[in-house]
């Protein structure tokens, strides 16, 4: 079984330039997590779909990121414009998406982004 | 105020030695618990989950809960050198939507 994809693995851009990230979850997976990993913290949800429904982005900054999952698939992440503090591993992970608490996270490579 | 607290380490064992790593969290109704490997460079992935009072045990790790106190922990037993990662504990509240909160993970050094 194939696991969750990202694309690109690595990304150096400049500030105030922008940002997009690909994922592919697991087939069948219907919940999609955006993640930001800054080096030595532990992961920090962005965003959660549910399908093509977003279920929780309280902690998107919603001014410069923004995300999309059409046709409940493939996943977009998107930083405009980035700032020096958005360098961090982007983390996109998968789940069934079953009901209750047995949903189990599978984490794809992640992209590293670096803001020069 | 965290939700999700862990001793960020490093935690230096020998091998063959049993590491202890310890997870509190903040949020009473909290009703799933994951304990993940991190090597450095790489994604997290599933160790062990536990979703009920007590241990449970796989293979070499064992995981504990005790709700009562908030905490969780993950026992590795005969540890190897290549058990050296972040371990990562991650906590689903209720409240419909099961948000996964990570802690920020603890760095465990198994040496020869």
């Known amino acids: 079984e194939a696991g969750v994809a990202q694309s690109p693995r690595y990304k150096i851009i400049e500030k105030r330039q922008s940002v997009a990230f690909w994922c592919n979850p697991i087939s069948g997976h219907a919940t999609l997590y955006w993640y930001q990993q800054i080096l030595g913290q532990g992961p920090k949800l962005l965003i959660q779909?549910?399908?093509?429904?977003?279920?929780?982005d309280s902690q998107l900054p919603k001014d410069r990121f923004s995300a999309e999952r059409l046709k409940g698939v493939d996943s977009t992440l998107k930083i405009q414009p980035a700032k020096l503090e958005d360098s961090a591993v982007y983390l996109c992970?998968?789940?069934?998406?079953?009901?209750?608490?047995?949903?189990?996270?599978?984490f794809g490579p992640g992209t590293r982004l670096t803001v020069l | 105020q965290k939700e999700v607290e862990q001793n960020s380490g490093p935690l230096s064992v020998p091998e063959g030695a049993i590491a202890s790593l310890n997870c509190t969290y903040s949020?009473?109704?909290?009703?799933?618990f994951f304990w993940y490997r991190q090597y450095s460079g790489k994604s997290p992935e599933l160790i062990m989950s536990i979703y009920s009072n007590g241990d449970k045990e796989d293979g070499r790790f064992t995981a504990q809960l005790n709700k009562a106190s908030q905490y969780v922990s993950l026992l590795i037993r005969d540890s190897q050198p290549s058990d050296s990662a972040t371990y990562l504990c991650?906590?689903?509240?209720?409240?419909?939507?099961?948000?996964?909160?990570f802690g920020r993970g603890t760095s465990l050094i198994v040496h020869p």
């Open positions: 992970a998968s789940s069934l998406g079953l009901a209750g608490r047995t949903d189990t996270q599978y």
């Open positions: 991650a906590v689903k509240r209720t409240g419909g939507s099961y948000i996964p909160t």
């Open positions: 949020d009473r109704v909290s009703q799933s």
């Open positions: 779909f549910q399908n093509n429904g977003v279920v929780d």
